[in-house]
T-cell receptor, first 114, second 113 residues
Framework: GAGVSQSPSNKVTEKGKDVELRCDPI?????LYWYRQSLGQGLEFLIY????????KSGLPSDRFSAERTGGSVSTLTIQRTQQEDSAVYLC????????????FGSGTRLTVV | GENVEQHPSTLSVQEGDSAVIKCTYS??????FPWYKQELGKRPQLIID?????GEKKDQRIAVTLNKTAKHFSLHITETQPEDSAVYFC????????????FGSGTRLQVQP
């Protein structure tokens, strides 16, 4: 596609429920990244996929968080048993080289846990 | 891992003045340093980047400088305009291998008309 697409744009969920966030990167981009941005804060790295290599999961804050990328394209970030502190904007980005350069961000999913 | 510190956290300037935002990084192996602009409610967008083989890069009213010895880099905006008002993020990464960008905490720039 023309840009990085994320869905849903907004998600309100009850504490303890599971949620799935989707990211559709730019066609041909081999690298995909997930970041979290809490209100008024910076961008916290979560996970990074590059081609067929094992993902870098070093930023995932707990084992309630997981992500997968199917067929080297679409990625899903899953948060199990959501907590109020999970409320944030979840941003996805993709790039061509997988070296950190040339990120294009999606518009994000605003997650609110009530 | 990499740690990026950014300051100031907020900056207010008069229209037409210059604005400078500074970042320091910890990993001497980092060699790619982009800057992103995020307007309220929108996605971050790349505005300029620099690699460690150069010391300065300019694009119209925006410039970035890099001091590898001191491990710091700065964003300079000249002749500021109200539409420059946004949050600016610096970032750093190793441009080889499998590393994602590490971002600074952001600077909220307000240009007063």
């Amino acid at each position: 596609g023309a840009g990085v697409s994320q869905s849903p744009s907004n998600k309100v969920t009850e504490k303890g429920k599971d949620v799935e966030l989707r990211c559709d990167p730019i066609s041909g981009h081999t690298a995909l990244y997930w970041y979290r941005q809490s209100l008024g804060q910076g961008l916290e790295f979560l996970i990074y996929f590059q081609g067929n290599s094992a993902p870098d999961k070093s930023g995932l804050p707990s084992d309630r968080f997981s992500a997968e990328r199917t067929g080297g394209s679409v990625s899903t970030l899953t948060i199990q048993r959501t907590q109020q502190e999970d409320s944030a904007v979840y941003l996805c980005a993709s790039s061509l080289e997988g070296t950190g350069s040339g990120y294009t961000f999606g518009s994000g999913t605003r997650l609110t846990v009530v | 891992g990499e740690n990026v510190e950014q300051h100031p956290s907020t900056l207010s300037v008069q229209e037409g003045d210059s604005a400078v935002i500074k970042c320091t990084y910890s990993d001497s192996a980092s060699n790619y340093f982009p800057w992103y602009k995020q307007e309220l409610g929108k996605r971050p967008q790349l505005i300029i980047d620099i690699r460690s083989n150069v010391g300065e890069k300019k694009d119209q009213r925006i410039a970035v400088t890099l001091n590898k010895t001191a491990k710091h880099f700065s964003l300079h905006i000249t002749e500021t305009q109200p539409e420059d008002s946004a949050v600016y993020f610096c970032a750093a990464s190793i441009n080889t291998g499998r590393r994602a960008l590490t971002f600074g905490s952001g600077t909220r720039l307000q240009v007063q008309p």
